[in-house]
T-cell receptor, first 113, second 109 residues
Framework: NAGVTQTPKFQVLKTGQSMTLQCAQD?????MSWYRQDPGMGLRLIHY???????DQGEVPNGYNVSRSTTEDFPLRLLSAAPSQTSVYFC????????????FGPGTRLTVL | KNEVEQSPQNLTAQEGEFITINCSYS?????LHWLQQHPGGGIVSLFM???GKKKHGRLIATINIQEKHSSLHITASHPRDSAVYIC???????????FGTGTSLTVIP
């Protein structure tokens, strides 16, 4: 099993550009989520999904869109990048049961100039 | 106020020392996770706890549900233990996880 994979690992964007961060998991997990990690702050939830066709907003959703057309894939779209979106982004997945642990992707380091 | 608080924020120890990292939370939870993140690295799950105590090698995690508190202990610390340790809780309502800001541990040879 590959677990949770993310692409790209690094990305530099100019303000106003759009892009999609890819996330895939091969563990048949229902729950998938996107977090951003900034210095001095805990991981903050951007968007999450509890199954194909179902998505919801987390703590910091503005400027990001998600979709979940399959169980495996959960892409994160930046619509018009801003310097405030410079961060490290992590995708994670878990089963829906209360005692299921989360598995994280390797992260994407995004810089917006 | 963050729902998950960790202490200390930073910790430096000599190799071989016993280390304790604390996590307090203010919400009802179904489970608590301890995660490890090496510099520039990914995030790895160490433990998932809903009660009592778990041990894996030199790592021990405990949780007191009544006091809403968990501790992560490292015995005989080693420089390779240097990392950020993150506490996360899964609320007993919904599926989301909530994270502490992490404890940065440096173990000096």
């Amino acid at each position: 099993n590959a677990g949770v994979t993310q692409t790209p690992k690094f990305q530099v964007l100019k303000t106003g550009q759009s892009m999609t961060l890819q996330c895939a998991q091969d563990m048949n997990h229902e729950y998938m989520s996107w977090y951003r990690q900034d210095p001095g702050m805990g991981l903050r939830l951007i968007h999450y999904s509890v199954g194909a066709g179902i998505t919801d907003q987390g703590e910091v959703p503005n400027g990001y869109n998600v979709s979940r057309s399959t169980t495996e894939d959960f892409p994160l779209r930046l619509l018009s990048a801003a310097p405030s979106q410079t961060s490290v982004y992590f995708c994670a997945s878990s089963g829906l049961g209360r005692y299921n642990e989360q598995f994280f992707g390797p992260g994407t380091r995004l810089t917006v100039l | 106020k963050n729902e998950v608080e960790q202490s200390p924020q930073n910790l430096t120890a000599q190799e071989g020392e016993f280390i304790t990292i604390n996590c307090s939370y203010s919400v009802g939870i179904s489970a608590l996770h301890w995660l490890q993140q090496h510099p520039g690295g990914g995030i790895v799950s160490l433990f998932m706890l809903s009660s009592g105590k778990k041990k894996h090698g030199r790592l021990i995690a405990t949780i007191n549900i009544q006091e809403k508190h968990s501790s992560l202990h490292i015995t005989a610390s080693h420089p390779r233990d240097s990392a950020v340790y993150i506490c996360a809780v899964r609320k007993n309502t919904g599926n989301q996880f909530y994270f502490g800001t992490g404890t940065s541990l440096t173990v000096i040879p």
